[in-house]
């Protein structure tokens, strides 16, 4: 028999005129450890833009992913709130990568990601780029990370010193993947990847997803989901 129908209002919900065809979704429908649920209302982000709507559920499910949006869609705190979620605090080791393509975005992208770990306690998040002296990077490496930030030929020079150690590495980001391609960068990216293990989640975002980019993800990223994002609205 039929359950009883003891909610006449329950129908009230598809009757429901909308101004939106594409109401934004809170982060509050997805499955974050309550922590960074709270830090993410302190900081305002109420509402996810497109490419975290479309983006976190899979990362959050472990899956590697390939995001393309435009310049200020929110890629960082889409593949920020992946990385840190996967966090085991209680591990010092280096957890975590983000590849970017200069010393000012890999800065930018460090800020974002201790904003976004403000109630995590004890995260420690290392910047590591070029252009910047190699014996105050040695020191704080010497005092451990979970999560570094870098450019690819500073990582790389890092690991090719022994002062880097991937072995750990859970999550791998490429971060604006086309713009580190067209820097000359391939070759470093393919020695970082070689130093991290094969079961890592790989996520890859960039503004095109065009030629360069395409024969670097089908290597680095398996099973891939493509999320795209064509505006930040
Ligand atoms: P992208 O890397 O796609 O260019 P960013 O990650 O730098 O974009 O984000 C652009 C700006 O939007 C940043 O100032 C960031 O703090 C802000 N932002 C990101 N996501 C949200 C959100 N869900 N709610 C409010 N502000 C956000
Ligand atoms: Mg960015």
Same mark, same amino acid.
């Given at each position: $028999?039929?359950?009883?129908?003891?909610?006449?209002?329950?129908?009230?919900?598809? &009757?429901?005129?909308?101004?939106?065809?594409?109401?934004? %979704? $809170?982060?509050?429908? +997805? $499955?974050? $450890?309550?922590?960074?649920?709270? /830090?993410?209302?302190? +900081?305002?982000?109420?509402?996810?833009?497109?490419?975290?709507?479309?983006?976190?559920?899979?990362?959050?499910?472990?899956?590697?992913?390939?995001?393309?949006?435009?310049?200020?869609?929110?890629?960082?705190?889409?593949?920020?709130?992946?990385? +840190?979620?996967?966090? %085991?605090?209680?591990?010092?080791?280096?957890?975590?990568?983000?590849?970017?393509?200069?010393? &000012?975005?890999?800065?930018?992208?460090?800020? &974002?990601?201790?904003? +976004?770990?403000?109630?995590?306690?004890?995260?420690?998040?290392?910047?590591?780029?070029?252009?910047?002296?190699?014996?105050?990077?040695? /020191?704080?490496?010497?005092?451990?990370?979970?999560?570094?930030?870098?450019?690819?030929?500073?990582?790389?020079?890092?690991?090719?010193?022994?002062?880097?150690?991937?072995?750990?590495?859970?999550?791998?980001?490429?971060? &604006?993947?086309?713009?580190?391609?067209?820097?000359?960068?391939?070759?470093?990216?393919?020695?970082?990847?070689?130093?991290?293990?094969?079961?890592?989640?790989?996520?890859?975002?960039?503004?095109?997803?065009?030629?360069?980019?395409?024969?670097?993800?089908?290597?680095?990223?398996?099973?891939?989901?493509?999320?795209?994002?064509?505006?930040?609205?």
């Amino acid at each position: $028999p039929a359950v009883p129908d003891t909610d006449h209002h329950q129908t009230r919900r598809g &009757e429901e005129s909308s101004s939106s065809a594409h109401p934004a %979704e $809170p982060f509050s429908s +997805l $499955p974050l $450890p309550p922590t960074l649920q709270d /830090n993410l209302a302190s +900081l305002g982000y109420l509402t996810m833009t497109p490419i975290q709507a479309a983006s976190l559920p899979p990362i959050l499910d472990g899956r590697d992913v390939i995001g393309q949006g435009k310049t200020g869609s929110g890629k960082t705190a889409a593949f920020g709130l992946g990385l +840190l979620s996967a966090l %085991e605090v209680a591990r010092f080791q280096v957890q975590a990568l983000v590849l970017c393509p200069t010393r &000012e975005l890999a800065d930018q992208v460090a800020e &974002e990601l201790r904003r +976004l770990a403000r109630m995590l306690a004890n995260v420690k998040i290392l910047s590591l780029c070029g252009g910047a002296p190699l014996g105050p990077q040695l /020191n704080s490496l010497s005092h451990g990370a979970h999560v570094v930030v870098g450019t690819p030929g500073r990582i790389e020079e890092h690991l090719r010193k022994g002062s880097l150690d991937l072995s750990a590495l859970g999550v791998l980001v490429l971060d &604006e993947a086309d713009r580190m391609l067209d820097m000359g960068f391939q070759a470093a990216l393919y020695a970082i990847v070689a130093a991290t293990p094969a079961t890592r989640q790989t996520l890859l975002f960039s503004a095109t997803y065009g030629d360069s980019v395409r024969p670097v993800a089908a290597r680095m990223l398996r099973e891939p989901v493509t999320v795209e994002v064509a505006s930040t609205h």
